[in-house]
């Protein structure tokens, strides 16, 4: 399988090179140049196969023969192994043909565990075929961080440093991070706030001559093209156990990036029967503003109960204006450079494939309280803050009662305990495995907000 960059800008790439890297040369991201296509008795066929199965099957064609079968379906089954529940992707039910997708299970309690758990054994599988080592550099405001060095601490040809705003992430996303042991393991508390961590992480890909000649700076965000690609398989696996594909079903997805909802368009391009794919947003609405009524204008940012979905402008979002612009990267290009400034819609036949697609809904702080608690009193199920977000947008926008209705449950709610206490229930308690999280000696330092302090840092620490 082939990729190309979003504006066009820049020669195709394979899997592998693509997933040793961040954004495209000419700033544009990666995407696959054709999508496999599954039929419906193919995608039947699956019904039974095992979460790491169907995973194969819905991951292989965009890799093609880079990696063998048997080595890729180890990295599969290794990864999913880490998952504290046997379906892995737990299906649950509200009612009323309404579900939800917990996808909480993962070691780190954030979906993301789904793709970095696979993307620390696929980056150290390939680096050592190649003989060579990276050095991973993200910044995180919250579950990407803690994701990420869960999914690497045991990747020998990986160096990771991860940068958080120092005294600005929850206490317990700060020490899901720096509890993480490992000598190639390094968390860096910014003396800024989350937009300077990601300006220095941008400017440290934009020149990486600080680095050894024979390293690179690979992104753990989800601007790398593995991260979407493994988070389209939960996808076929709640449609097979509701019925698919031999019936639709629908999706509500808390947005923030646009990765996880852009899995989503690519599943139903591949053939899986989706009905509505609902854009779920917080108070930070600009994406439901756009799908609503074309008004793509950036405003403030406001600080929610659902920080990881606290995102001004959706780096995924590209990918998908890719298509609704015909694949044609130079008017990608040409749009990326106005959009949200100067220009602040698109013409109306564009937006009219885009609000073919999707629908939306912004959900502010006090109904996502009021959601947690709602739910709660139904049905006994704790809802984490950005899944209650989910839940209501899929209450608002859904059409047609009889199509099966899932939200995905991004987070465990143990995460957020501000918001359970702020809806009046009691905090929960931590899984198993991380009841003793307060208790564990944390590692991280503290440097200046600039980007040669970040530099010169990972030039000391990165292992020779
Ligand atoms: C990352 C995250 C999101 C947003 O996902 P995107 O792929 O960036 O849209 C939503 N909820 C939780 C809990 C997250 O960690």
């Not at 039910?93 to 970095?116: I, M, R």
């Not at 793509?296 to 929610?304: D, G, N």
Request: hydrophobic fraction near 40%; charged fraction near 25%.
């Amino acid at each position: 399988m082939k990729y190309e960059s979003t504006r066009g800008g820049c020669p195709q790439q394979n899997f592998e090179q693509v997933l040793l890297t961040g954004l495209a040369p000419d700033g544009g991201l990666y995407v696959p140049t054709e999508l496999p296509h599954f039929s419906l008795e193919e995608i039947a066929s699956w019904r039974e196969l095992s979460y790491p199965d169907l995973a194969m099957k819905v991951i292989t064609p965009f890799i093609g023969d880079e990696i063998p079968t048997a080595d890729l379906r180890n990295i599969i089954e290794d990864s999913y192994a880490a998952f504290n529940h046997p379906e892995v992707a737990a299906l649950e039910s509200l009612g009323n043909e309404e579900y939800v997708l917990e996808l909480f299970h993962g070691p780190t309690l954030a979906f993301k565990d789904f793709a970095l758990q696979v993307l620390g054994r696929l980056l150290d599988y390939v680096l050592s075929k190649r003989d060579q080592r990276v050095v991973i550099l993200g910044a995180t405001s919250g579950d990407t961080g803690s994701a990420a060095l869960e999914g690497c601490r045991h990747s020998d040809r990986v160096d990771i440093f991860i940068l958080h705003p120092h005294n600005r992430v929850s206490d317990v996303q700060r020490k899901q991070m720096t509890t993480v042991t490992g000598n190639n393991v390094f968390n860096l508390a910014v003396e800024g706030n989350f937009d300077d961590c990601q300006r220095i992480v941008k400017a440290a890909f934009a020149d990486q001559s600080f680095l050894e000649e024979d390293r690179q700076l690979v992104a753990v965000n989800s601007i790398n093209w593995a991260r979407i690609l493994m988070q389209i398989v939960y996808y076929f696996s709640a449609s097979l156990r509701l019925g698919g594909p031999d019936r639709k079903v629908s999706f509500s997805v808390p947005t923030g990036n646009f990765g996880d909802i852009y899995a989503g368009y690519l599943a139903k391009k591949m053939g899986l029967p989706i009905d509505q794919l609902i854009v779920a947003t917080n108070k930070n609405d600009i994406l439901h503003r756009f799908i609503a009524n074309n008004d793509y204008s950036v405003s403030e940012l406001a600080k929610t109960h659902s920080p990881s979905m606290d995102i001004l402008v959706s780096s995924n979002f590209e990918r998908f204006l890719f298509d609704v612009f015909d694949r044609e990267g130079a008017a990608v290009a040409d749009l990326m450079a106005k959009f949200g400034k100067e220009l602040r819609s698109v013409s109306d036949a564009h937006w009219q494939r885009v609000s073919a697609i999707f629908d939306s809904a912004a959900i502010d702080d006090e109904t996502t309280c009021a959601v947690i608690a709602s739910v709660n009193a139904e049905s006994g199920m704790l809802l984490d803050p950005h899944s209650a977000i989910g839940v209501e947008a899929a209450r608002r926008c859904r059409r047609d009662p009889s199509v099966p209705m899932v939200t995905l449950a991004t987070a465990h709610p143990a995460k957020f305990g501000d918001a359970i206490t702020a809806a009046g229930l009691a905090s929960p308690e931590l899984p198993a495995h991380l009841t003793d999280l307060f208790d564990r000696e944390e590692h991280f330092s503290v440097v200046a907000n600039d980007l040669h302090a970040v530099t010169d840092y990972v030039k000391a620490h990165a292992r020779r």
